[in-house]
């Protein structure tokens, strides 16, 4: 090789260096298929207080109409875990949500169109739904967001992260990674000794810790709107 091909060959090479070193990395997204993960299905929920119709299950895949409001639950409870799960809306301005940590007393004697009064929970909201908030109540909807929030609710209680909403209740998140109706999100939740995190569609942008209670049922929620779930997929912690 001469000394001319050379300087051109390392120059070139230093180039390719440095547009690959501009380039964004792109987030990692945990799947739920690493080692200890197991799916959660049909077997796994029993119906707490919507109709028989509320939700059905085909090919792995959750779909609940989102009458009445309500949710399912878990058949176990859960202390410290992983938990991934795909969500999608099927129509605008949709609202739904997944619960950890949901004590049996919030559960118990449920009525129908209610959602339990205890837990921490993972906002599942659609983008329309800020829209639809402001036009119906001329109101700002500066107390929440579409893009994961995570809070407590009823006697729950958590320390949220920040940003935090005006009232100091919602962790915010640090990131708009939703999408839209009709769309699949990832949630990725790490929810250990308290703490609960969530990543959305593979970066982290919320949460919280020390959460009371800390143990408890996962729950599905029906809020008015149909929605989708699959790929529902935990990990237990010690």
């Known amino acids: 090789m001469t000394l001319t091909r050379l300087l051109l060959t390392v120059a070139l090479l230093s180039l390719t260096s440095t547009a690959r070193a ?21 077997a796994d929920f029993v119906n707490v207080n919507g109709d028989d119709d509320t939700w059905t299950w085909k090919d792995g895949v959750a779909h609940c109409t ?33 619960f950890v940590w949901t004590s049996e007393a919030a559960l ?17 909201l659609d983008l329309g739904y800020t829209k639809q908030f402001e036009e119906s109540t ?9 893009h994961g929030d995570v809070f407590p609710v009823g006697t729950a209680k958590l320390k949220p992260f920040t940003p935090i909403s005006p ?17 699949w999100n990832h949630y990725y939740v790490r929810a250990i000794n308290g703490e609960i ?20 049922y996962l729950c599905l929620e029906s809020e008015g709107s149909p929605v989708e779930f699959k790929n529902i997929r935990i990990r237990e912690l010690p």
């Open 197 to 216: 995190r969530l990543w959305v569609n593979g970066e982290e942008v919320s949460g919280g810790a020390d959460a009371d209670p800390k143990t408890g």
């Open 138 to 146: 001329g109101k700002k909807a500066d107390w929440f967001t579409c």
């Open 167 to 183: 009232d100091g209740s919602r962790s915010f998140p640090k990131k708009n990674l939703s999408r839209g109706f009709g769309e």
């Open 66 to 98: 989102g009458q009445p409001v309500g949710v399912i639950r878990s058949k176990e409870k859960f202390t410290n875990f992983e938990l991934v799960a795909e969500w999608q809306h099927l129509k605008d301005a949709g609202n739904s949500g997944i």
């Open 22 to 42: 501009a380039e964004p990395v792109t987030a990692a997204t945990i799947d739920g298929t690493a080692p200890g993960f197991r799916p959660l299905g049909e």
């Open 108 to 124: 118990t004697d449920l009525p129908k169109g209610k959602l339990p009064p205890g837990g921490i929970e993972v906002q599942v």
